[in-house]
T-cell receptor
Framework: DAGVIQSPRHEVTEMGQEVTLRCKPI?????LFWYRQTMMRGLELLIY????????DSGMPEDRFSAKMPNASFSTLKIQPSEPRDSAVYFC?????????????FGDGTRLSIL | AQSVTQPDIHITVSEGASLELRCNYS??????LFWYVQSPGQGLQLLLK??????LVQGIKGFEAEFKRSQSSFNLRKPSVHWSDAAEYFC?????????????FGTGTRLLVSP
């Protein structure tokens, strides 16, 4: 079975540009999570969805960040406008029901560099 | 507040030697506990999980972990380390956090393996 698929793997763009990260969860998984990983702050949960509905977005840094899940097989994380401090590795993960009680399966991440 | 502590930022072990990575958690109810491994440039991969029952759990790649409720610990062990085990290891506690079902990760321990 295919795992969680993220695209692009790497993104380099200039400050002020819009960035869109994409994620395809594992089929049949009801929960989808977006994380950000940096050296300074470690692994941070940004937002998670249950059955395509955003449940907890308290980790989203500010209004420049937005996430959507239009259907069960696709999610996006958008940053507009981007800033150098947004440079990080962004991970998407998915899990079966009861997201806090089931293992999460991670994609390989998107390494984002904002110049 | 719920939290996970990995007190060792870095650990260096000789190849063939035994390994123990420490993890302490704070959670009000019965915890669901996980260990993940992250190799460079990749996402997190589940090593093992504890939900209930036998407090010694076996995982992939020869790893095991022991849940000790009295010490609020879930330490990861391996009897003989291989050079390919060099990676970053994350402990996580899963459950219901203020009504949100998610995982809380520790800050990670980077394992270096010397020849």
């Amino acid at each position: 079975d295919a795992g969680v698929i993220q695209s692009p793997r790497h993104e380099v763009t200039e400050m002020g540009q819009e960035v869109t990260l994409r994620c395809k969860p594992i089929s049949g998984h009801d929960y989808l999570f977006w994380y950000r990983q940096t050296m300074m702050r470690g692994l941070e949960l940004l937002i998670y969805f249950n059955n395509n509905v955003p449940i907890d977005d308290s980790g989203m840094p500010e209004d420049r960040f937005s996430a959507k899940m239009p259907n069960a097989s696709f999610s996006t994380l958008k940053i507009q406008p981007s800033e150098p401090r947004d440079s990080a590795v962004y991970f998407c993960a998915s899990s079966r029901e009861r997201g806090g009680y089931q293992p999460q399966h991670f994609g390989d991440g998107t390494r984002l560099s904002i110049l | 507040a719920q939290s996970v502590t990995q007190p060792d930022i870095h650990i260096t072990v000789s190849e063939g030697a035994s390994l123990e990575l420490r993890c302490n958690y704070s959670y009000g109810a019965t915890p669901y506990l996980f260990w993940y491994v992250q190799s460079p440039g990749q996402g997190l991969q589940l090593l093992l999980k504890y939900f209930s029952g036998d407090t010694l759990v076996q995982g992939i790649k020869g790893f095991e972990a022991e849940f000790k409720r009295s010490q609020s610990s879930f330490n990861l062990r391996k009897p003989s380390v291989h050079w390919s085990d060099a990676a970053e290891y994350f402990c996580a506690v899963g459950g219901d956090f203020s009504g949100f079902q998610k995982l809380v990760f520790g800050t990670g321990t980077r394992l270096l393996v010397s020849p």
